[in-house]
């Protein structure tokens, strides 16, 4: 449903007096405490101008100093976190203040880790099992769930559910590796998932396309949900009738702090596929607003991809006619002629056989070799059940989609999305 703005006003007031001792009402408190989000009050502009608005004081405190910030990050990392490196998500649950002051101050949220000497995650290389402890860990002390769910890594756990969708392609494969019951909310359709895209829209953000973190804060089913049937959070939105998220008031701060964020999470700077996935926006706004790709990354303080399929051209572009070899591991080069031996030399999508194409089809990994560490992991990577053949147009559409799907439903999936 969408809200008057009095009616949003009321709530402000509600709040103050319920939970503030009548005094104005932070972002944070609202999304605790309010029967709506803070999304619905970008009707007004900004938070502070519907403060204004409903006739409170702005909570304007430009006098926290570095000391005041200092110190409650130590409390917060005291109190809640065992004397680790507090999160974004611990400050915006259990702090008085919010990350923007750390952030404007400081840049990213590392930054204002290491601005304060805590210890970054900044491993590239944590194994899987020590993922999978992490996930048994959690596991007993929250014996109380029936499964253990995505939020409570994100807000108890020492890793983001991110990494462990792109080492393993689902959460529930995780939990699966874990010898963990598995998430049963995943007997859906492809509507139900389009019907909770639209209540989600209606009910906390005014009617406009949702964010990806609001079906983690308000939607009944997973984001991975979402990927698995749909492969991007963007295709979701656009076959749910909705744009991406484009809209023309975001700004450049906004953007640079999304990258900001993926990269943190991925622990490289984001490709455009992976962009595309665990981003807010769509990267075509990117390039509509800095000119291109590369130039956003660069902006946000990143080196750009080198010979990457975002920035490559020619002979050195992935499906040019000539083609390039890339290095995926001593198993690659056996593995793919048993994947063209299985698929009989065919796109597995259209039928298309060599003969029809001009050369033999491209090899495709279903879940990506990004996500992947190559040298320790090649022999899963290269498995003849990440592998599918197809032609090298059907391939440029699809890669990067439905991640953790087996050759089989992949191929349903593909001729579903591709209409074939």
């Not at 033999?360 to 190559?374: F, L, S």
């Amino acid at each position: 449903m969408k809200y008057t703005e009095q009616e949003l006003i009321d709530e402000l007031h509600r709040v103050s007096e319920e939970h503030c001792d009548g005094e104005t009402p932070t972002s944070n408190e609202v999304n605790e405490f309010a029967k709506y989000s803070t999304m619905p009050y970008k009707r007004f502009g900004t938070w502070n101008e519907a403060l204004i608005e409903a006739g409170f004081e702005v909570n304007v405190d430009l006098n926290i100093t570095r000391e005041k910030l200092k110190d409650e990050l130590i409390r917060i990392s005291e109190e809640y976190r065992d004397g680790k490196p507090p999160r974004e998500q611990d400050i915006n649950k259990h702090s008085k203040y919010s990350v923007r002051p750390y952030k404007d101050r400081f840049g990213t949220w590392n930054e204002t880790l290491k601005e304060f000497d805590f210890e970054l995650n900044r491993e590239k290389d944590i194994s899987r099992e020590r993922l999978i402890d992490e996930i048994l860990k959690l596991s007993e002390n929250y014996d109380g769930e029936e499964t253990l769910r995505q939020e409570t890594m994100e807000n108890y756990g020492d890793f983001s559910s991110t990494i462990y969708y792109r080492r393993f392609g689902s959460w529930n494969q995780a939990l699966q590796t874990a010898g963990l019951k598995l998430n049963q909310n995943m007997n859906y359709s492809r509507q139900d998932l389009i019907d909770e895209i639209k209540s989600i829209s209606e009910e906390y953000c005014d009617g406009e396309s949702p964010r990806q973190k609001d079906m983690r804060d308000y939607g009944k089913y997973c984001l991975n949900c979402y990927y698995n049937i749909f492969g991007t959070w963007n295709e979701a939105l656009k076959l749910s009738g909705y744009g991406p998220n484009n809209r023309l008031n975001i700004s450049d701060d906004e953007l640079i702090e999304d990258i900001k964020k993926v990269a943190e999470n991925l622990n490289t700077t984001p490709s455009v596929p992976q962009m595309e996935q665990y981003g807010e926006y769509a990267t075509s706004v990117y390039r509509n607003r800095f000119g291109s790709w590369n130039q956003a990354v660069q902006t946000a303080g990143f080196e750009p991809n080198s010979k990457t399929k975002n920035n490559l051209s020619g002979e050195d572009h992935p499906f040019w006619k000539g083609g390039w070899e890339t290095y995926y591991g001593p198993s690659w080069y056996g593995q793919r002629k048993k994947a063209w031996e299985r698929d009989n030399h065919t796109c597995r999508v259209t039928g298309k056989t060599e003969d029809d194409i001009g050369k033999r089809p491209d090899v495709h990994h279903i879940n990506p070799t990004w996500n992947w560490d190559i040298d320790n992991e090649h022999q899963e990577m290269n498995s003849l059940d990440n592998l599918i053949c197809l032609s090298p147009s059907v391939h440029k559409k699809l890669e990067g989609r439905w991640i953790n799907a087996s050759p089989s439903e992949f191929v349903k999936r593909a001729t579903e999305y591709l209409d074939i």
